[in-house]
């Protein structure tokens, strides 16, 4: 496998990692490339860790369009965070959730959000406050890993859990469109809107970790 670094080129279908287990090279802090990452994400046995908040939302040097994301997660109790894909940088949008659509990753016991949005579009798991996961069962608790991939291609996506589609979209359209209309998001003008971007692993303030994160572009 593949290293991230700035100049490399992997061919498609190609799996490469996006974190080596040791160092954050390959990411950096949303809207601030070229400066050092905050202290407060750091590798801790073989896993990226935000300590505490205030660090801002980790972000990875390469854009991606089409791809297949494979990626752990822990949530601390009643910890918050998310996988947050096609982000625009452009220093317009403030935060990295303006333009990228989220993954949810939540405590679901005892964090909040789990009870609010609708039908339990807020819940881990979520395409977060657009479409609730199918199975509530399948997130593991706080402090054990889970395991999430998802998958884009020809403008429809799939999110998984712990083996199991939870949810599946279009990612442009006017379904797309609809979803938006009836979420926090309307109105948001580059929300949702580009085909191609950063991915982000989102600093909500509480403790998380990821680790075994690798993507094949497709």
């Known amino acids: 496998m593949l290293n991230v670094q700035a100049g490399n080129a992997p061919e498609k279908g190609k799996w490469e990692k996006l974190f080596d287990g040791k160092t954050l090279t390959g990411w950096h802090t949303y809207l601030k490339a070229g400066q050092p ?11 990226i860790v935000l300590t505490s908040g205030g660090a801002g939302d980790l972000v990875t040097d390469k854009e991606y369009g089409d791809f297949e994301l494979e990626i752990e997660w822990k949530i601390a109790e009643k910890g918050n965070s998310g996988v947050i894909f096609h982000v625009n940088e452009d220093p317009k949008y403030r935060a990295t959730y303006a333009t990228g659509p989220e993954m949810q990753v939540l405590d679901d016991e005892r964090h909040p959000d789990a009870t609010k949005g609708r039908d339990g579009n807020h819940k881990a798991g979520s395409l977060y406050d657009l479409l609730p996961p199918s199975d509530f069962s399948v997130v593991k608790p706080a402090g054990e890993w889970n395991k999430a991939k ?5 403008g429809k996506a799939e999110q998984y859990l712990n083996g199991k589609k939870v949810v599946e979209y279009p990612t442009t359209g006017p379904e797309w469109d609809k979803m938006v209309e ?13 085909q191609k971007g950063h991915i982000a692993l989102q600093d909500h303030g509480d403790k998380v970790w990821y680790r075994n994160i690798r993507i094949r572009e497709l």
């Open 182 to 194: 009836n979420s926090k998001f309307k109105g948001w003008p580059g929300f949702g809107k580009f």
């Open 150 to 154: 998802l998958i884009i291609k020809d």
């Open 37 to 47: 990452v905050s202290d407060k994400w750091k590798v801790e046995d073989n896993a």
